[in-house]
Every structure is written in C-alpha cells, then in structure tokens.
C-alpha cells in the first residue's frame, strides 16, 4: 500500500546535472563493504531501467554487479545460485514486491545487506516498520546526491539500520497525529473518494454520525478541511490512494 510522502514534481528525465556528484561518492560504497568482510557482489532489481542510472554511476566496478533486473524472481534464483553481498531494490517492482524481496533474500542469504529504495511521490507504510531491512532511503534523494546510498551501506556494513533523514522525518510526523481506529477507518475511505453518504453505508453508521467522525479527524489532524485531511494523511503514511 503505497502513502505520499511529498508534493515535489515528478523527476526530471534529464540527470546528466547530477553525474558528477555521483561520481564523487563511489568510492565509499565498495570500501565500506571491503571493510565488512561482507561478499562484495550486488543485485540490483528496480522497477523501471532508466532508474538505474544513478546506481550505475555510483558503483566504481559493474564486475561485481551478480544481477540487475526488474522483477523479484530472478533475482532470488541469482541469489539461491550466487553469493550476493547486497541487494539494492525498489519498494515497487515490474513484477514482485520489493520488501518481499528483501525478506526472501534474507531466508536464502542471511547474511546479504538489503537496501530498499522508496520511488516516486508514495512511500510504503512498511518502510516505518521494516525492522529487516537493513537501509531505506527515497530515490528522490539518491539523485540529488545526498550520499544515502553511500550511508546506508557503512551502516549496513556496520551492522546498523540506516534510514535517510526523509523516511525519518515522515515517520516522526505521522507519530505525532493521536488518531483512533475510528479515525482511519474515515481516513481510509476519504482516500478512497466516499462522501459522507458512502461512508456510513462502508462503516455501517448514520449519515449524521458520518459527518461527526469525518469533523473528529479533521480537526485530530488539525486541517482545514476533508480533502486537507485526506493531504495530510498521504503525506504522512497515515492512508493510501488504492
């Protein structure tokens, strides 16, 4: 289930303007692994190809990159088949799922580091509360060149979880809303498009009672309206558009 996690335009397809940037963080990658002791091959499965560009850029020697695809299944049989140090995936795949990737891997290769990278304008409601995966960054930041990937795999490498200042502050906003199961029960159906006449017949409720809920959560989430609400709600992982 996918949550907004920002309102910044889609991504430029031009990243020419960020080679260079990329470039002067590779050398940190492949060192960090060396000094783990970890097997320094990747996999690298994502979504749509032009998104590895900036991996490419930022991994000093492709011969050590065992996989790169786009679908969850090769890349687990490369795995089952190959010593794999770490995998680098997106949360949404062409076919498959990234964090059930990274959750299989760990079954055939306990030992594999798994950085997740969270795409486009949504982040996943498990990025706060995968625990097993080792890093989780957004790849809006990857290609500004914040150093996440660089960061997570010393992390990893470490022994630590890494999660980039973005997935922190996300996280630490939506903790602060005190909703009620009733709340996102009306939250979830505001995604969904309901008016208030749909969301007593989805919650079995008055249409009176409808409209008190839908006034609680706005003002527990301290918007102006419903369809702030519904805003602050996909920022924040609170719901998803499904």
Known sequence: MLLESDDRRALPVDLTYKISALIQSRKFILEAIARSGIEPYLAIAMNREEQMLPLMLAIR?????????????????????????????????????????????????PTTKTLLMCTGHQIDQRAFAADEIDGIFCYQELIEARGVLGASILAASGGRRYRSQRIRDISEKASTYDLKDRDYDVLHCLADGMSNRDISEALQISEQTAKTYTKRLIGNLSAKNRLHALILGLRYGLTSVR
Request: hydrophobic content about 35%; glycine content about 8%.
């Open 61 to 109: 020697n492709p011969k050590l990159i065992r996989y790169v695809g786009t679908d969850a299944a090769s890349c687990l049989e490369t795995a089952r088949n190959k010593p794999i140090g770490v995998l680098i995936c997106t949360d949404v795949l062409e076919e498959g799922d990234g964090f059930q990737l990274c959750q299989s891997i760990k079954t055939v290769s």
